[in-house]
């Protein structure tokens, strides 16, 4: 229903902001609060949640963010509350990757995420987010970094654990570099 809306922030609290839109203060519930400044002008990123007790306007600071919240809503068991606590605890790049790497260990850091759901965000998500963090030139980069790691005799679950570290952005034989270099340093 909506898709952004652009205002004035008159309220921070801990869990939502009041955005005023001409005259209007809506009640934003975002990831965290303490990024907006008051009495800036701003746009946020809305998504419209509708319950049959609530209707609750979610908001983010970029598009990635609202994308990856409403992937995460398409998750069997993740609803709004954890969906939102994962947004607000890391980085899309960082959360992305471990997706895409089957990092579950990494997923169940977040509040409200155990193992049984980091497993199903995997499963229901991975090689289907539509973002341009991760892209595919970067998931090439990726592939050919296991195959060579594979290849030197690590097993899949040391690779998975290096690669979640790596700048995929970089040539494919400096990542080797860099995650022997990490596996020697554990």
């Known amino acids: 229903m909506y898709s952004y809306m652009k205002g004035t922030v008159t309220e921070i609290e801990p869990e939502k902001i009041t955005l005023e839109v001409a005259g209007v203060g809506y009640h934003v519930v ?9 009495d800036s002008f701003t746009k946020v990123y809305i998504h419209h949640h509708v319950r049959e007790d609530a ?6 600071s970029t598009i990635k963010e609202k994308r990856l919240f409403e992937q ?3 998750v069997k068991g993740i609803g709004p509350k954890s ?12 959360i992305v990757r471990a997706i895409e790497m089957s990092d579950t260990k990494y997923l169940n850091r977040f509040p409200g ?9 995997v499963l229901d998500l991975k090689g289907r987010l539509q ?11 990726v592939e050919e970094l296991e195959d ?3 290849a030197l005799g690590y097993k899949k679950k040391e690779i998975d654990r290096v690669v979640t570290e790596l700048d995929t952005s970089k040539e494919t034989a400096v990542l ?4 022997l270099r990490i596996i020697a340093n554990r």
């Open 113 to 121: 995420i155990g193992p049984k759901a980091s497993q199903q965000i």
């Open 55 to 60: 209707h609750t306007l979610y908001g983010f």
């Open 148 to 150: 060579a790691l594979r």
């Open 72 to 74: 995460l809503l398409d």
């Open 30 to 38: 975002v990831p965290n609060p303490f990024t907006f400044q008051e």
């Open 83 to 94: 969906a939102l606590a994962v947004v607000a605890a890391a980085d899309v790049a960082e």
């Open 131 to 141: 973002t341009d963090v991760f892209t595919i030139k970067g998931r090439k980069k």
């Open 176 to 179: 080797i570099k860099e995650a």
